[in-house]
């Protein structure tokens, strides 16, 4: 096993040698860990990689080869917390039931002669175990292990969220980076808040409570069992029952009583706005009674930024197949939805725009002659008012981004698809159906890449793992992935040991 001195702050890449197997070498490519290993991921950056022996079964390692995981999991992924490493771990094995557990066939006498003691069937039982611990400091954060009736059966998964740079949520549970381990902060974690400073904990069906980041419980609520709270509007007062099923919205509501204040109610888990309970001024343009809208209540969400409520009502006419959507202030305003965009949307289940309509968004003139506007898309990991927005011609479907604010194409529609990478600033695309992968600079609108890649996956930060097509003739142990930096153009290619 070969090893050099390293230390955290070392960059290494994985390299492949023409025997299939991978090692470790430094910018300057001297071979820092021998080609020992069947697969080799990055190094973070407290220095720990996953590694996969011959046998497919995966590992961790750090910079000094030692194994600080041994290759025995099926699956390992790793998360970065403070100054510590996380590590998710899944293994699976075969356990065997006790002999009276065996089932045998009828009047089969085990203690005949020739018996061998062992089971017919049935004494097999597969188990999987997942298990959350800290590289650093070996502390066990959770542990699940299940059984399957068989091998291929889905397991039971831990959620796991990294949330700025000394949170994380583990399962249900949050914990803060500390200086000598991960102190778990709040427990049964539904919902965060004012920009992650108050996070909510479900403690049974009636109640959740609010704890800052040190853990301290700073509020309580009830839990209304039906999306029922009470509206009045000149002295008279109105039940509204929201029928969710039929709602567009993604956003689901948990009606919430503040039972340590005043009594308000709020209609999810974010309580940055209350619902105003007392309507003070009615100004919408049809002909609706409060009482048939309050009714026929789908569903109500909130823009805090905004100060005011989306309000969902099902049609009159109930062959029409299209909500209304009204404005409900914090001040007890019920309005008609705004008739120009503003800077926010309101997006389906499948992240499509519902409200405000297309025709709001983009003018006819704008796009494409012979193509028609199909949908648009919110694009909800950048500021808006950007949007994906697909055309189509007879059977050709065109998707591009579009500036609402600036009422222009930041990518004309001439993609056939379109991804928005993890860093936000660039997109991976396809220019026809089952072609190559490229990526293109979302902000400047160049082509960093073209489309000359099978798969492009995200790595951290501005780093992407890129694989080139096969030629027919190339052999089979020939290696075609590398890693792009799309900040500065730098490129390894491991299967050519090139850096450059």
């Known amino acids: 096993m070969d090893t050099t001195s390293t230390n955290k702050t070392a960059v290494i890449y994985p390299f492949l040698d023409k025997g299939g197997m991978y090692g470790y070498c430094n910018q300057d490519k001297q071979i820092v860990i021998s080609q020992q290993y069947a697969d080799g991921e990055l190094f973070t950056k407290s220095g720990y990689a996953v590694v996969r022996d011959k046998e497919g079964l995966y590992g961790v390692i750090d910079l000094q080869n030692k194994e600080v995981l041994k290759c025995r999991f099926e699956k390992i992924e790793l998360y970065e917390v403070g100054g510590f490493t996380v590590a998710k771990t899944v293994h699976s094995y075969t356990v065997y039931s006790r002999f009276w557990q065996w089932k045998f066939l009828p009047n089969f006498n085990v203690m005949s002669a020739g018996a061998s003691l062992k089971p017919l069937w049935g004494t097999e039982v597969f188990r999987t175990k997942t298990t959350v611990l800290v590289l650093d400091t070996k ?19 831990i959620k796991i969220n990294k949330i700025g740079a ?25 919902s965060t808040y004012d920009n992650g400073l108050r996070w909510v904990r479900k403690v049974n069906e009636d109640e959740v409570r609010v704890y800052n980041l040190k853990g301290k419980r700073i509020k309580s609520y009830e839990i209304i069992p039906q999306p029922i709270f009470p509206i009045t509007y000149k002295g008279k007062e109105y039940k509204v029952r929201m029928n969710t099923e039929k709602s567009h919205l993604a956003a689901k509501p948990v009606i919430c009583r503040d039972t340590t204040g005043n009594g308000r109610y709020y209609v999810n888990y974010e309580f940055d706005m209350y619902v105003p309970v007392h309507l003070k001024v009615i100004t919408i343009k049809s002909e609706r009674t409060i009482q048939d809208i309050w009714q026929h209540v789908l569903n109500i969400y909130p823009v805090p930024s905004k100060q005011f409520f989306i ?82 011609k007879d059977q050709v479907n065109r998707i591009g981004i579009w500036n609402v604010e600036c009422r222009q194409w930041v990518l004309s529609p001439r993609f056939y698809s379109l991804r928005l990478m993890r860093n936000i600033k660039y997109c991976v695309f396809q220019l026809e159906e089952q072609g190559l992968y490229g990526i293109i600079d979302v902000r ?8 000359v890649f099978v798969t492009v996956r995200d790595g951290a930060d501005y780093l992407a793992e890129v694989e080139l097509e096969r030629e027919k003739e190339e052999r089979k142990n020939e290696y075609n992935c590398f890693y792009v930096n799309l900040k500065n153009g730098e490129e390894f290619h491991p299967g050519k040991n090139i850096l450059r």
């Open 139 to 157: 502390q066990v954060l959770e542990s699940r292990t299940v059984s399957k009736e068989g091998l291929y059966e889905s397991t039971e998964e």
């Open 444 to 451: 400047t609108g160049l082509v960093v890449y073209e489309p």
């Open 311 to 392: 309000v969902e009502v099902a049609p009159v006419d109930s062959d029409n197949r299209h909500n209304e959507f009204y404005i409900l202030t914090k001040h007890g305003v019920l309005k008609d939805c705004l008739d120009k965009p503003s800077d926010y949307s309101i997006t389906s289940y499948y992240n499509e725009v519902i409200w405000p309509a297309k025709e709001l968004l983009i003018d006819d003139k704008d796009i494409p002659e012979g193509f028609l506007l199909e949908k648009i898309n919110a694009i909800s990991s950048v500021k808006e008012p950007l949007y994906f927005v697909s055309i189509k």
């Open 166 to 190: 000394k949170l994380i949520q583990i399962g249900d549970d949050l914990y803060f980076a500390k200086s000598d381990r991960l102190k778990r902060i709040v427990k049964r974690v539904v």
